[in-house]
């Protein structure tokens, strides 16, 4: 099976700006989950969705939005990009039940100038 | 702020010797995973760990769980250069249905040839 792919895999931005992440699942896989890392924050919790619906939120501003479509593909939207915004944009998906492993892809990272 | 604490935050060893990292973390959990990150890139998943599980193995690996402390340990035997990463304690909190990782700061090995 071909692994959880991101697009794309380097962006440069400018404050002010927005951009469209996006992440297509492992084959199969319901559920999607973002994760922003960060050299000072490390990896947080963005949203997770599942069957096209937003399952849990992390804490981040209304800025960082989310969703996913049909075939479990998944984008993520950040508006109005900070300078602190600046991060690896990290994907994972699963079938979606509990207690299972979560299968990472390999990342997004975002410059914004 | 994160769930999961990791000691040490660096560890240099030799190739061929062991190397154990800690875990803590604070609340009720389901289960436990430890994921390695080469170089900013995507996490790879070694394994999990579920809350009444004490030990696993896997090849080189050996993760022990104490719930009773909050914590967990991962120790890699007979280590290689390639062991060089970054490796993340990650809990799946005991909360609703969702599925919602929280990650350790990371412990930084390098393994000197």
């Known amino acids: 099976k071909a692994g959880v792919t991101q697009t794309p895999r380097y962006l440069i931005k400018t404050r002010g700006q927005q951009v469209t992440l996006s992440c297509s699942p492992i084959s199969g896989h319901r559920s999607v989950s973002w994760y922003q890392q960060t050299p000072g924050q490390g990896l947080q919790f963005l949203f997770e969705y599942f069957s096209e619906t937003q399952r849990n939120k992390g804490n981040f501003p209304g800025r960082f939005s989310g969703r996913q479509f049909s075939n479990s593909r998944s984008e993520m939207n950040v508006s109005t990009l900070e300078l602190g915004d600046s991060a690896l944009y990290l994907c994972a998906s699963s079938l979606g039940q509990r207690e299972e492993t979560q299968y990472f892809g390999p990342g997004t990272r975002l410059l914004v100038l | 702020s994160q769930q999961g604490e990791e000691d040490p935050q660096a560890l240099s060893i030799q190739e061929g010797e062991n190397a154990t990292m800690n875990c803590s973390y604070k609340t009720s959990i389901n289960n436990l995973q430890w994921y390695r990150q080469n170089s900013g890139r995507g996490l790879v998943h070694l394994i999990l760990?579920?809350?009444?599980?004490r030990e696993k193995h896997s090849g080189r690996l050996r993760v022990t769980l104490d719930t009773s402390k909050k914590s967990s340990s991962l120790l890699i035997t007979a280590s290689r250069a390639a062991d060089t990463a970054s490796y993340f304690c990650a809990t799946d909190l005991r909360m609703d249905s969702s599925y919602k990782l929280i990650f350790g700061s990371g412990t930084r090995l390098l393994v000197r040839p």
């Open positions: 760990i579920r809350s009444n599980e």
